[in-house]
């Protein structure tokens, strides 16, 4: 949830998060502030809200080496729903996430859309992706594109060929 060039946030995979650097969760999450030009109170009850949002209320004051898979992943997203920016990188960000974990991000995803981002996902779950609301997908395979999603859909029950 690093901003970038001035409105564009960046979901990492969790290998490049060092689980023991030493701060909590509430603290991870809020970096999503970063460049904000909100006052402290107004940065407090969102980032409540965005932990209640998320399920993470009540790990707030875990340590990151605290946190399970699924846990530390909702707390990147967390962060990067704290961002203005207005595209979104997001690099498997179903990874590591439960059912629960996956309808949460399902729902931020459709939100994130209706205020006009725009999203670009990286995933190895296409199956999944085809589920919901993508307005376009591309499925590489050895560096070359494979098929728009139109193509991909009609297609869909050779995915297992594909992939």
């Known amino acids: 949830g690093v901003p970038l060039l001035g409105g564009v946030s960046y979901l990492p995979q969790q290998q490049h998060v060092d689980r023991q650097f030493p701060i909590r969760l509430a603290e991870l999450v809020s970096a999503g502030f970063w460049r904000s030009r909100l006052g402290r109170d107004e940065r407090r009850t969102r980032l409540r809200q965005t932990l209640a949002d998320w399920g993470l209320l009540d790990l707030q004051t875990q340590g990151l080496h605290a946190l399970s898979g699924g846990e530390l992943q909702r ?89």
């Open 75 to 163: 707390a990147l997203l967390a962060r990067l729903s704290l961002t203005d920016a207005q595209v979104l990188l997001l690099d498997e960000p179903e990874a590591a996430l439960d059912d629960v974990g996956l309808g949460l991000l399902w729902q931020h995803i459709e939100r994130w859309q209706r205020e006009g981002r725009t999203l670009v996902l990286v995933s190895h779950n296409l199956v999944g992706l085809t589920h919901h609301h993508c307005d376009g997908l591309l499925i590489a395979r050895s560096g070359c594109i494979k098929a728009p999603i139109r193509q991909f859909m009609a297609e869909r029950q050779r995915l297992g060929q594909v992939a």
